[in-house]
T-cell receptor, first 113, second 115 residues
Framework: DQQVKQNSPSLSVQEGRISILNCDYTNSMFDYFLWYKKYPAEGPTFLISISSIKDKNEDGRFTVFLNKSAKHLSLHIVPSQPGDSAVYFC????????????FGKGTSLLVTP | EAGVAQSPRYKIIEKRQSVAFWCNPISGHATLYWYQQILGQGPKLLIQFQNNGVVDDSQLPKDRFSAERLKGVDSTLKIQPAKLEDSAVYLC?????????????FGPGTRLLVL
């Protein structure tokens, strides 16, 4: 049972434009949400997170938005750069379950020059 | 600080053989996780340790998988006997207590191919 869903397997964006990656979840008990970036043959690298008590968190070019009523979060990358090309995983965790992560299937982002 | 270390990076075995993976978490990280990532999927939790105790192993196929973290630092994950469907990347992650405690840091993974 997939509790975290990333419905877009791939996304292509031009350099300098905004990339928007979306994620939906079903478990209302999730209280932390994270985005990881993964290059081939490497482990996932932590990018940015947000607690359920917030609706926005920003770190440089990366912003995560959380809409709890819709059980939806999104990652915005502005401006997009070719080095951002990677697979992005959305993950959700529950503090009462030791923060074990539930991952989506990932979205492959390609930023073209 | 040094990241999460895993070895080996790659392993090829035949079905019904056994295999073991090793993980050394970031220093001071009390919580350690093993995940299995099948091609085209997101990582899936296998087992979670807090120091040397098991917190959650509900998704570990215990008839063939085992894991231990005897001294509360490094950990081993074993598969015996391996099946074709065990072909995957096995990721180890660790988490520190306190600030940003929800963030896990991952190692490079061990890519297993079962023939």
């Amino acid at each position: 049972d997939q509790q975290v869903k990333q419905n877009s397997p791939s996304l292509s964006v031009q350099e300098g434009r905004i990339s928007i990656l979306n994620c939906d979840y079903t478990n209302s008990m999730f209280d932390y949400f994270l985005w990881y970036k993964k290059y081939p043959a490497e482990g996932p690298t932590f990018l940015i997170s947000i607690s359920s008590i917030k609706d926005k968190n920003e770190d440089g070019r990366f912003t995560v938005f959380l809409n709890k009523s819709a059980k939806h979060l999104s990652l915005h990358i502005v401006p997009s750069q070719p080095g951002d090309s990677a697979v992005y995983f959305c993950a959700a965790s529950e503090s009462n379950s030791g923060y074990a992560l539930n991952f989506g299937k990932g979205t492959s982002l390609l930023v073209t020059p | 600080e040094a990241g999460v270390a895993q070895s080996p990076r790659y392993k090829i075995i035949e079905k019904r053989q056994s295999v073991a993976f090793w993980c050394n978490p970031i220093s001071g990280h009390a919580t350690l996780y093993w995940y299995q990532q099948i091609l085209g999927q997101g990582p899936k939790l296998l087992i979670q340790f807090q120091n040397n105790g098991v917190v959650d192993d509900s998704q570990l196929p215990k008839d063939r998988f085992s894991a231990e973290r005897l001294k509360g630092v490094d950990s081993t994950l074993k598969i015996q006997p391996a099946k074709l469907e065990d072909s995957a990347v096995y990721l180890c992650a660790s988490r520190r207590p306190g600030e940003l405690q929800e963030t896990q840091y991952f190692g490079p993974g061990t890519r297993l191919l079962v023939l």
